[in-house]
Nanobody
Framework: QVQLVESGGGLVQPGGSLRLSCAASGTIYRINTMGWYRQAPGKQRELVAAITSGGSTNYADSVKGRFTISRDNAKNTVYLQMNSLKPEDTAVYYC?????????????????WGQGTQVTVSS
């Protein structure tokens, strides 16, 4: 069983900062790309940022220069540092992991999702 557990969401004023964490646990053989998505009420889920196993990153245009994604491979954890937050960043943020697991000598690769963490930017 693999789990992605997010933490770090909350209420922050415009211009403030938050750091989200997502820890992967379970019978993980390899962590490939990990990313953060968000979904605001009435909108589709969208990619915020992603980071490959080699450390390459990509960001949504709306967060470039404000958000930074990073990962600690030793801890199987990915982070999202969010600065200069705006009201339009308000959403549920979901961690996504492209993971490979090993069981009975078989490697299986698939996407996993965390349960989501609420980020609210409001004065």
């Amino acid at each position: 069983q693999v789990q992605l557990v997010e933490s770090g969401g909350g209420l922050v004023q415009p211009g403030g900062s938050l750091r989200l964490s997502c820890a992967a646990s379970g019978t993980i053989y390899r962590i490939n790309t990990m990313g953060w998505y968000r979904q605001a009420p009435g909108k589709q889920r969208e990619l915020v940022a992603a980071i490959t196993s080699g450390g390459s990153t990509n960001y949504a245009d709306s967060v470039k220069g404000r958000f930074t994604i990073s990962r600690d491979n030793a801890k199987n954890t990915v982070y999202l540092q969010m600065n200069s937050l705006k009201p339009e960043d308000t959403a549920v943020y979901y961690c996504n992991g492209d993971l490979s697991t090993l069981a009975t000598q078989t490697i299986t690769r698939r996407d996993y999702w965390g349960q989501g963490t609420q980020v609210t930017v409001s004065s």
